[in-house]
């Protein structure tokens, strides 16, 4: 089996997370019980790019109890928990000796080519004929095949510019070397039978696809099931970003000023678990809806302009870029901590950062950096941008991801065995099943559900068995 982790000796301590991970994880251990005689996924060979965490540990091993073939990377450099990463490799079954598990291409620390090549050795399936399903996190992996068989068509891969971002370059670089006469992306493309993508992040770009036309192969939009967004964005994020900040700095969140950017699920999230910690935070938004709801929810909402000097704690949640600039960075208060906790590192401007002339960066220990200013003043970074939640902690805890995963499994299956019912597009997962995931989870809560009257259920036009909402409720 072909693999690179940091240290395959990790396995034991990961299997041993993984058990305990299982239990809080009912959804996916509910769908391993319910699908393990009819193999749903037999045949299905799944290239995997989301974080290599324990809690991804579980989904991955329940693919392959569902009879899927398996390959995965991280898909963001500083996320994967090594010793979940090299349990998934030895397997439950196997040895650190003799490895039986996934191949698995990820390790915590990677550079930008190393995360890159990890995503090509993925979507490289040894004897060439796989993969047939990608499952993404930021659509990482969807990118790297749409755009080699977009060169591949063109005969060339563009030269970058300049001014191009330092990753877009090395892109550009394994593009060029492994675009081929054999058409090594436009093959990979012709045999997927789609996509399942998990964030936000992705999930614009795949629609920003179908919109251009340029769409290779079906897609389900798992962010936006209800039981994902509204509770993995919201509830993990409240969970894990105060993971993240404790972490990393142990800073006291009580009596501190804290800048949430964006109030979507995420800020929402992060704005309510700040708030929860004693912090006086204040959001920023562009959206009056939002801006409107985080007002009322009790929050100050102003600019970012207006409390940069006097803020504490910094926060981007807006999947958007440029939220905090450099020239914002030189206006902050001494060892105000600025992170993001957005799919991707562009939300600060770090490389703005970095060309400051004269400022100063120094290691306080991995993903934690001081960056001091020619005047003396410094901002501590978390994560050098990138998601602080998974960065300088363990991302959001087993039983929210269990919502999520129980989803990547259900789109996994859809669009596998009900292929000709997905003509290329966008999807989200029909709500009946979306209720589904959410029962999957009442009981580890000790929820007891009420049930509709036949009467009752007449009386508000849905049927006893759900599901209980139009589409158009959002929740
Ligand atoms: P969302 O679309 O619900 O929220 C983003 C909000 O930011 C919107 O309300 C938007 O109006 C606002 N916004 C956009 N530009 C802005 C600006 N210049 N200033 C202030 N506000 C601005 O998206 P969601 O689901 O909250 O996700 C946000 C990001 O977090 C995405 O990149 C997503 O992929 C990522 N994500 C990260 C997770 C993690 O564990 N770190 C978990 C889930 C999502």
Redesign the pocket.
């Known amino acids: 089996m072909d693999f690179k982790v940091a240290d395959l000796s990790l396995a034991a301590f990961g299997r041993r997370e993984i058990q305990l991970a299982e239990h809080e994880m009912p959804g996916l251990m509910a769908i391993r019980k319910e699908y393990a005689a009819a193999q749903p996924l037999a045949g299905a060979k799944i290239m995997g790019s989301l974080?290599m965490t324990i809690q991804t540990a579980v989904l991955i091993e329940t693919l392959v109890a569902l009879g899927a073939e398996v390959r995965w990377v991280s898909c963001n450099i500083f996320s994967t928990q090594d010793h979940a990463a090299a349990a998934v490799v030895v397997g439950p079954e196997g040895t650190v000796d003799d490895p039986k598990g996934v191949p698995v291409f990820a390790w915590k620390g990677e550079t930008l080519e190393e995360y890159w090549w990890c995503t090509e050795q993925a979507l490289t399936w040894p004897g060439g004929d796989g993969p047939n399903m990608i499952l993404d996190?930021?659509g990482d992996a969807t990118l790297l095949v749409h755009k080699g068989a977009e060169y591949e068509k063109a005969g060339a891969v563009p030269s970058a510019a300049e001014d191009d971002p330092e990753e877009w370059k090395i892109i550009l670089d394994l593009l060029r070397r492994t675009v081929s006469e054999e058409k090594k992306w436009t093959e990979i493309a012709s045999r997927i039978k789609g996509v399942t993508e998990?964030?936000?992040?992705?999930?614009?770009r795949l629609y920003e696809m179908f919109k251009a036309g340029t769409l290779l192969f079906p897609a389900i939009n798992v962010?936006d099931s209800v039981t994902k967004?509204k509770f993995?964005?919201?509830y993990?994020?409240r969970h894990?970003?105060i993971d993240g900040l404790n972490r990393a700095t142990d800073v006291l969140i009580g009596g501190k000023v804290a800048v949430v950017?964006?109030?979507?699920?995420?800020?929402?999230?992060c704005a309510d678990a700040l708030r929860g910690q004693g912090a006086r935070v204040i959001?920023?938004?562009?959206?009056p809806?939002?801006?409107l709801q985080a007002a009322m929810d009790g929050f100050q909402v102003t600019t970012?302009e207006d409390v940069v000097e006097i803020a504490d704690i910094f926060v981007?949640?807006?999947?958007?870029f440029?939220?905090i600039t450099a020239e914002h960075m030189g206006r902050m208060k001494h060892n105000a901590i600025v992170s993001?906790?957005?799919?991707?590192d562009n939300?600060i401007d770090m490389a703005g950062l970095a060309k400051i002339p004269g400022i100063v960066k120094q290691e306080v220990k991995p993903q934690v950096h001081t960056w001091t200013f020619p005047d003396g003043h410094a901002i501590i970074v978390l994560a050098e941008g990138r998601?602080?939640?998974?960065g300088c902690a363990t991302?959001?805890p087993s039983f929210v991801m269990s919502n999520s995963f129980t989803n990547q499994v259900i789109a996994q299956i859809e669009l596998f065995t009900k292929t000709e019912d997905y003509p290329i597009g966008v999807y989200v997962l029909p709500k009946h099943l979306d209720e589904k995931v959410a029962r999957l989870h009442l009981d580890a809560l000790g929820v007891k559900l009420t049930e509709l009257t036949k009467a009752q259920a007449d009386y508000i036009g849905v049927p006893v068995e759900g599901p209980y909402k139009p589409d158009h409720y959002r929740y």
């Open positions: 974080h996190d930021g998990e964030t936000t992040t992705g999930v614009h962010n967004s993995d964005n919201k993990g994020c894990s970003v950017c964006g109030y979507g699920d995420v800020g929402k999230g959001v920023t938004e562009i959206d809806i939002c801006a970012l981007t949640t807006t999947g958007n440029n939220i993001n906790i957005g799919h991707f939300e998601l602080m939640n998974l991302g959001h």
